[in-house]
């Protein structure tokens, strides 16, 4: 029997396809059996800090990104390795405001890439409370690769190594077993081909009780749920929605996610609330991801499109502002983000640290 055969669990089809059948335009809600060791983070928890790459592809981005974030969390910096140290010491005393540059700190720590979510560390919570991060395979890029490691090591946080490539944007957690991936990046990086140990060995290796598969967007390369879909609590989740007028394909695809993800809370039997926040695109096609942005302890970190900001805008700030009640919502500029095909959750990371792990990075105070 095949792995899809004995750990299918639900997935009508759009084209009425045989249960047996793979088709990316429907979802797949999968199972494990197996207990798990723990439970993967999801991104709507209270995080300890934020992880950036210092980069010259988006300065100013990221200037922003750090002003809006420093009040909330310290702020750790990782450099490209095309950026000199000291050129990148100067950049961060000139350009910060001095209350946000005693929150920032820059660390010895090089990596080949900007986009921090791709290869900062998978975090999981053990059954027994720890705080375990994962390393996954990562590409090519050595630098990248590293960065669990050695940050794991620098702030003595546990790090098991996991032998799937499965980048930070590619996985959605609830926080208590809900995950959701697209089938697109699952293919592309060989994971519907492991046969029994996605159920078996993958799903309890993550911390997810329920994967659900869901159509990634269409067009858009890297398969990333993180420009479709994030968990604001573990029965709350954000899914973009489009106009099908203008974007029939990419709404199609969407309303699957919604579809997808409530038929794996069903599963569960557990409650799912689903808020749709506006996706655009602008005048040269670049998506305008709302969904994806950060959750701080206490802010929410909205990429940004325009100044002032279009109704679409003003609609997700609202809409995020009544689903999270007592929370700022906080716009960041994202469009130098945008023109590389990513926003403010593929460019940050918040990160969960032990207690043991402060003092030893930042001065600042916990949260």
């Given amino acids: 029997m095949s792995w899809w055969a004995a750990a299918l669990l639900v997935g009508p089809l759009l084209d009425g396809m045989p249960a047996a059948g793979i088709d990316p335009t429907g979802y797949r809600v999968l199972q494990t059996a197996t207990p798990l060791p723990g439970v993967l983070v999801g991104d709507h928890e209270p995080v300890d800090a934020l992880l950036v790459t210092l980069t010259w592809t988006w300065p100013d981005s990221l200037a922003s990104l750090l002003e809006a974030a420093a009040p909330h969390v310290p702020v750790?910096?990782?450099?490209?390795?095309?950026v000199d140290a000291a050129q990148a010491q100067r950049w961060l005393d000139a350009t910060l405001s001095p209350a946000a540059r005693t929150?920032?700190?820059?660390?010895?720590?090089?990596v080949d890439s900007p986009w921090v979510r791709d290869y900062g560390p998978l975090q999981r919570r053990d059954a027994d409370g720890t705080l375990r991060w994962l390393d996954p395979a990562y590409e090519d890029r050595p630098l990248d690769d590293a960065v669990p490691v050695v940050l794991g090591r620098r702030l003595g946080v546990p790090v098991t190594p996991l032998p799937w490539s499965v980048d930070g944007g590619a996985v959605a957690s609830s926080g208590d077993g809900l995950c959701a991936a697209t089938h697109g990046y699952f293919r592309a990086h060989g994971l519907r081909d492991a046969g029994a140990g996605i159920s078996t060995e993958l799903l309890p290796?993550?911390?997810?009780?329920?994967?659900?598969?869901?159509?990634?967007?269409?067009?858009?390369?890297?398969?990333?749920?993180?420009?479709?879909?994030?968990?604001?609590?573990?029965?709350?989740?954000?899914?973009?929605?489009?106009?099908?007028e203008l974007e029939p394909e990419v709404a199609a695809a969407l309303d699957t996610v919604v579809r997808g993800l409530r038929a794996a809370a069903d599963q569960r039997g557990r409650p799912l609330t689903v808020v749709r926040l506006p996706t655009t695109r602008n005048l040269v096609g670049d998506l305008h991801a709302y969904v994806n942005g950060v959750r701080l302890p206490h802010a929410y970190l909205l990429p940004s499109f325009t100044d002032p900001p279009r109704p679409a805008e003003q609609r997700a700030m609202a809409i995020l502002e009544h689903a999270l009640p007592g929370v700022e919502v906080v716009r960041v500029p994202a469009a130098e983000l945008t023109d590389l095909g990513g926003a403010v959750h593929c460019a940050a990371m918040g990160l969960l640290l032990p207690p043991s792990s402060f003092g030893l990075s930042t001065e600042q105070p916990r949260g």
């Fill in 103 to 110: 929150r920032v700190e820059l660390l010895p720590v090089m």
């Fill in 76 to 82: 750790m910096v990782l450099r490209e390795d095309e």
């Fill in 205 to 244: 290796a993550l911390g997810c009780e329920v994967l659900v598969l869901v159509p990634g967007l269409p067009q858009e390369p890297t398969g990333h749920i993180d420009l479709m879909a994030q968990f604001l609590s573990p029965s709350t989740v954000a899914v973009a929605q489009a106009d099908p």
